[in-house]
């Protein structure tokens, strides 16, 4: 009797294995019957032009080149900061026909709960990132700061920003916080401003991306003073290493976790699994595609370094589960765009 309910249990569970086996290509083959004939769209959240749109585009193209049978547009949506776009994305229907791209400093407008964004970023389909972006302080060669000693030192250093509240604003607060620098924000540098501004002499320094700032630097323009994420670059301190308090810790954290998920793509919550898969595995065949990697080197030297699926979504969940001290200083310093 013992062996014969032994010997069903192991049939059982042998059966039931191999339905799941079976199951895995027959749910993918279905997802791509779904898609044939069909339009995709991916929301790019900025206007057209620039790094955000460059990635949009080349990863829009390489998804399409994956599937048969399937276009797969860019929708330009700007507006607020990447806001309106995440928001456009968030609020589609769960079909999987829409997915896209926006700025992850929309984490720091989700912990301090800023007016205008209803998209919760915990709850999105995240699909994966294209790249890494680290943060990076850079000094104009005009000024008198020539290094991170001289910025610790110094009684004021004057910081360009496109404007308060953005994700640029938010995480040169974060490092002036965690380092207790004198900085003098300077609000309304939009696009290259900020570089011409160092140029002239007018700005000690700016916190931005590595992408942004790394042909200013080869240029001779501007100096590394400091790295968040990334490679370490010779002779530049990082962030993670200098950082020497629990808060301090905690800011450069979220920063670097920034620095790490740039260039995403995510659809609205609740977008079906089998669907989900099929996406992944496009974006993933997208991204790994030699062709992409080379246009992306020839578009200006762009970096893919991928990431897929479920890893980009513990990031990001990790991300917005700060603690309430560090929320509270958040808040305080978008508070202004509200």
Request: hydrophobic content about 40%.
């Amino acid at each position: 009797m013992r062996r014969n309910r032994l010997r069903a249990t192991i049939l059982t569970a042998m059966f039931l294995a191999g339905a799941l086996t079976l199951s895995l290509p027959a749910r993918a083959e279905g997802a791509a019957d779904f898609y044939k004939g069909k339009t995709l769209t991916y929301v790019v959240a900025t206007s057209p032009g620039g790094g955000y749109d460059y990635y949009g585009r080349l990863v829009a193209r390489f998804m399409e080149k994956q599937v048969q049978g399937t276009t797969v547009i860019v929708k330009n949506v700007p507006g607020a900061g990447h806001i309106v776009g995440a928001n456009f994305i968030y609020a589609s229907k769960p079909d999987g026909l829409t997915i896209g791209t926006f700025n992850t400093g929309l984490i720091y407008a989700q912990l301090a709960k800023m007016q205008g964004l209803k998209a919760d970023l915990g709850k999105m389909t995240w699909i994966g990132k294209a790249s890494a972006d680290p943060r990076v302080l850079v000094l104009s060669k005009e000024s008198q700061l020539k290094s991170w000693n001289d910025i610790r030192k110094a009684e004021k250093i004057k910081v360009s920003i496109g404007g308060v509240g953005s994700a640029a604003y938010s995480e040169t607060m974060m490092v002036t916080r965690a380092f207790n620098l004198k900085t003098q924000i300077i609000p309304g540098y939009v696009g290259g401003d900020s570089e011409m501004a160092m140029r002239r002499g007018e700005i000690d320094a700016n916190l931005g991306a590595l992408s942004t700032y790394d042909l200013f630097v080869k240029s001779g323009y501007g100096i590394f003073a400091l790295q968040i994420g990334g490679e370490p670059m010779p002779g530049v301190p990082q962030a993670v290493q200098l950082a020497d308090t629990p808060e301090a810790k905690s800011l450069i954290a979220l920063v670097h976790s920034q620095a790490e998920i740039s260039r995403l793509t995510a659809g609205p919550p609740g977008i079906p699994a089998e669907r989900t898969e099929f996406l992944r595995g496009i974006y993933r065949k997208a991204l790994e595609d030699p062709e992409l990697r080379e246009q992306a080197t020839k578009g200006g030297d762009r970096p893919v370094e991928p990431l897929y699926g479920e890893e980009v979504a513990e990031r990001v969940r990790t991300a917005l589960a700060q603690p309430p001290e560090l929320v509270a200083f958040i808040n305080e310093v978008t508070a202004p765009s509200k």
